[in-house]
């Protein structure tokens, strides 16, 4: 019951990261800037995580200058991640959108050959092909007809999954001995110090913002900071990161149907049958892992943080 639970857990944080894209939609349609919203949201976030961390300041004290600078130095990417990805959804659909930010399956295998000569196994080579075969099809009409794709979208996607490939690899290797919610308030400041210096938050102080912006602050900062950090932290010790990974992947299909529900995007059966094979690949690529007794019991980094921390 304690692992069903933490699954459960899990599978909720990772749906109220799904919820997202369908906000900044709804936001953009109501005339707010990706820099109000992406602004908003990190300070919203930030703040609450550093009152949440009051308990845990008798354990900053214990940290060393380089370990806390280290932390906040790799919630950079964190930070990138969520400025490209609202950026991406400017001209793209949401549907799309996440689709794109799904490539950081095959984004992490390219990374880990690069910096560590390890080169993917054939599971992770399956794994590679049906995710972007999964990919084609389920970005469906926008896949086939490039006249019709934003190319600046296009790219914004994409550097949003190359830097959340990297905030994956940072996530799951620096400083993992700190408590988790000590360890994502550093990081998620990082983050906020990077999206700060890219948006700045003029709308504080210019008299420009509307009181219904702090609404879509407040959606945002919960479902992208508050409540998967939170449900992470408790659910991943119990589950191992490598289940984590694929519980995780429940995202794509809450982002997809909130799409189709609330944004009125349509969505094909050739769609669907994408985003399944998008998450067998993930299920493929995490199966050498899911034996591994090491990981099992590890605590693992890939969902540990905030999406943009």
Same mark, same amino acid.
């Given at each position: 019951?304690?692992?069903?639970?933490a699954?459960?857990?899990?599978?909720?944080?990772a749906?109220?990261?799904?919820?997202?894209?369908?906000?900044?939609?709804?936001s953009?349609?109501? !005339?707010?800037s990706?820099?109000q919203?992406?602004?908003?949201?990190i300070?919203?976030?930030?703040?609450? @995580?550093?009152l949440?961390?009051? &308990?845990?300041?008798?354990?900053?004290?214990?940290l060393?200058?380089?370990?806390? !600078?280290?932390?906040?130095?790799?919630?950079?990417? #964190?930070?990138?991640?969520?400025?490209?990805?609202?950026?991406?959804?400017?001209?793209?659909?949401?549907?799309?959108?996440?689709?794109?930010?799904f490539q950081?399956?095959?984004?992490?295998f390219?990374?880990?050959?690069?910096l560590?000569?390890r080169?993917?196994?054939?599971?992770?080579w399956?794994?590679i092909v049906?995710?972007?075969?999964?990919?084609? @099809?389920?970005?469906g009409?926008?896949?086939?007809?490039?006249?019709?794709?934003?190319?600046?979208?296009v790219?914004?996607?994409?550097?949003?999954?190359?830097?959340?490939?990297?905030?994956?690899? +940072?996530? !799951?290797?620096?400083? @993992?001995?700190?408590p988790s919610?000590l360890?994502s308030?550093?990081?998620?400041?990082?983050?906020?110090?990077?999206?700060? @210096?890219?948006?700045p938050?003029?709308?504080?102080?210019n008299?420009t913002? %509307?009181?219904?912006?702090?609404?879509?602050?407040?959606?945002l #900062?919960?479902?992208g900071?508050?409540? &998967?950090?939170?449900?992470?932290?408790? #659910?991943? &010790?119990?589950?191992g990161s490598?289940m984590a990974?694929i519980?995780?992947?429940i995202?794509? &299909? +809450? +982002?997809?149907?909130?799409?189709?529900?609330?944004?009125?995007e349509?969505?094909?059966?050739?769609?669907?049958?994408?985003?399944?094979?998008?998450?067998?690949?993930?299920?493929?690529?995490?199966?050498?892992?899911?034996?591994?007794?090491?990981?099992?019991?590890?605590?693992?980094?890939?969902?540990?943080?905030? %999406?943009? #921390?």
């Amino acid at each position: 019951m304690k692992r069903l639970t933490a699954s459960i857990l899990v599978l909720i944080g990772a749906a109220s990261f799904g919820i997202l894209s369908t906000i900044v939609k709804i936001s953009y349609s109501q !005339g707010f800037s990706t820099a109000q919203i992406t602004s908003s949201q990190i300070l919203f976030g930030c703040l609450c @995580l550093w009152l949440f961390s009051i &308990p845990s300041f008798k354990d900053l004290r214990t940290l060393s200058r380089m370990t806390i !600078g280290k932390l906040i130095a790799s919630g950079v990417f #964190g930070g990138l991640t969520g400025v490209f990805y609202y950026l991406a959804l400017q001209w793209l659909s949401a549907s799309f959108g996440v689709i794109l930010l799904f490539q950081f399956v095959w984004m992490g295998f390219l990374l880990a050959w690069l910096l560590e000569r390890r080169r993917p196994t054939v599971s992770q080579w399956i794994a590679i092909v049906v995710v972007l075969i999964g990919t084609v @099809l389920a970005a469906g009409y926008e896949a086939l007809h490039f006249e019709h794709l934003n190319l600046i979208g296009v790219i914004f996607g994409l550097l949003a999954a190359a830097s959340y490939t990297g905030n994956l690899a +940072v996530n !799951g290797r620096v400083e @993992l001995q700190v408590p988790s919610i000590l360890r994502s308030t550093l990081m998620v400041s990082g983050s906020a110090i990077t999206t700060l @210096l890219i948006f700045p938050p003029f709308f504080l102080f210019n008299g420009t913002t %509307r009181p219904n912006l702090w609404i879509f602050a407040v959606l945002l #900062g919960l479902f992208g900071v508050i409540i &998967p950090l939170y449900l992470y932290a408790r #659910g991943i &010790p119990v589950v191992g990161s490598a289940m984590a990974s694929i519980l995780g992947s429940i995202e794509l &299909p +809450v +982002v997809i149907t909130s799409s189709a529900l609330v944004l009125h995007e349509h969505i094909t059966l050739v769609q669907w049958l994408g985003v399944f094979l998008i998450l067998l690949g993930i299920f493929i690529s995490e199966q050498r892992i899911i034996n591994h007794k090491t990981f099992k019991k590890g605590l693992g980094g890939r969902y540990m943080g905030a %999406r943009w #921390g």
